[in-house]
């Protein structure tokens, strides 16, 4: 059970590097680009593994999660799955900013 932890954790990862990833892409594609489609499947690989990291709470004994926490992190998530024909020039840094943000929340709240 502890090996399955690991894989969703090191999964929830890469989804935080595909949507920092994404940022950088989004940033370089000019003002008026459409949104990427990275935002998407980093902001789904995130909320999957996510949940599935809550749902086998259970049955680790040592890890416990915050239900609170998780909300806002759900919260935070739900920015990343705006859908937009052409991403206004604010969009971007919003989106990066709250990655940023959730990684901070992730980090720091114990």
Do not use: C
Not at 60 to 70: A, G
Not at 88 to 110: D, E, R, Y
């Amino acid at each position: 059970m502890e090996f399955l932890r690991l894989v969703l954790v090191f999964l929830h990862l890469l989804g935080m590097a595909m949507l920092i990833g994404t940022f950088m892409l989004q940033m370089s594609a000019g003002q008026g680009a459409a949104l990427n489609k990275g935002w998407l499947h980093g902001g789904g690989l995130q909320l999957i593994t996510g949940l599935a990291l809550m749902g086998i709470d259970p049955a680790l004994d040592d890890v416990e999660y915050d239900p609170f926490k998780t909300g806002a992190k759900l919260l935070v998530l739900a920015g990343v799955f705006l859908r937009k024909p052409a991403a206004p020039k604010w969009l971007s840094f919003t989106l990066g900013g709250l990655v940023v943000f959730n990684v901070g929340l992730a980090v720091f709240w114990p």
